[in-house]
């Protein structure tokens, strides 16, 4: 009981120590949260390898050789890093700022994730209709920043038209895949890893397999349209599901993209 008692007293006394650490340890989640799968993830890590680095160094520095001018140069360094961050990372700030102000309208998203969906079903029946070959990814909660830039930037807004002009066979887009984030297109002619896994059937051929793919690599979900057959099928998690009746599509997606990843964000 002393014990327990002795770290009472000591929380008592010190309570800001635990109140900043947890301030701290949520801000640096939310940072990680918000960067994860881009690009300014990995310029993240390399900054704070290389800050860490020069601290240790700079310390060391410091308490044997008394290098005052190092100590003033890194306070300025200091000064200024918060305004080198906000530049780096501007494109991952903006849209943790869009996030931010779309959740008291979470009413108003949801419909127009609803509508966008409603754009894709409509796109993948005539796609599936005249047998017209798609893949067609929804970005989740990991970034596929990767893909995007490897792709050809679109950035407009989801319609029927949009998706069947990307893919309509002669278009230079159409061998690719479609990336849609943000209930925006944001890329097209994107190019992902082959699943390699066995036991996929043999009649799935590269864009099946490019689908699959990439949601072994991410929670993204992949909407198929085969060019032989005009069946639909939609990839998760690695696992697949064929021919997808087109009267069900509209409640599949919904349950993946829009009501699983609200979900998902409130746990």
């Given at each position: 009981m002393s014990t327990w008692n002795t770290v009472l007293n000591w929380l008592a006394a010190h309570w800001q120590v635990p109140v900043e650490v947890l301030l701290i340890a949520v801000v640096i989640y939310y940072i990680l949260r918000m960067l994860r799968g881009s690009r300014g993830a990995g310029i993240l890590r390399g900054i704070l390898i290389v800050y860490a680095l020069a601290f240790v160094v700079?310390?060391?520095?410091?308490?044997?050789?008394?290098?005052?001018?190092?100590?003033?140069?890194?306070?300025?360094?200091?000064?200024?890093?918060?305004?080198?961050?906000?530049?780096?990372?501007?494109?991952?700030?903006?849209?943790?700022?869009?996030?931010?102000?779309?959740?008291?309208?979470?009413?108003?998203?949801?419909?127009r994730e609803t509508a966008m969906i409603r754009e894709v079903v409509a796109a993948v029946a005539m796609m599936s209709e005249k047998r017209v070959g798609a893949l067609i990814t929804f970005e989740r909660e990991i970034g596929l920043k990767t893909y995007v830039e490897g792709g050809t930037r679109v950035d407009a807004e989801v319609t029927s038209g949009l998706l069947t002009t990307i893919f309509y066979p002669g278009s230079p887009l159409h061998d690719g895949a479609a990336i849609i984030a943000e209930q925006r297109v944001v890329a097209a002619?994107?190019?992902?890893?082959?699943?390699?896994?066995?036991?996929?059937?043999?009649?799935?051929?590269?864009?099946?397999?490019?689908?699959?793919?990439?949601?072994?690599e991410s929670d993204a979900v992949s909407l198929i349209v085969s060019e032989e057959t005009g069946r639909v099928s939609v990839a998760v998690g690695g696992q697949v599901t064929e021919n997808v009746p087109l009267?069900?599509?509209?409640?599949?997606?919904?349950?993946?993209?829009?009501?699983?990843p609200r979900t998902a964000s409130r746990r």
């Open positions: 700079v310390s060391f520095l410091l308490r044997y050789s008394q290098l005052y001018s190092i100590t003033y140069l890194l306070d300025q360094f200091l000064k200024l890093f918060a305004f080198v961050l906000i530049i780096v990372f501007q494109p991952e700030l903006r849209r943790g700022l869009i996030r931010l102000g779309q959740r008291p309208l979470l009413g108003t998203v949801f419909r002619g994107c190019l992902f890893p082959l699943s390699e896994k066995p036991g996929l059937s043999k009649s799935m051929g590269t864009r099946h397999r490019a689908g699959i793919g990439v949601t072994e009267d069900r599509l509209s409640s599949v997606l919904t349950d993946l993209v829009v009501r699983e």
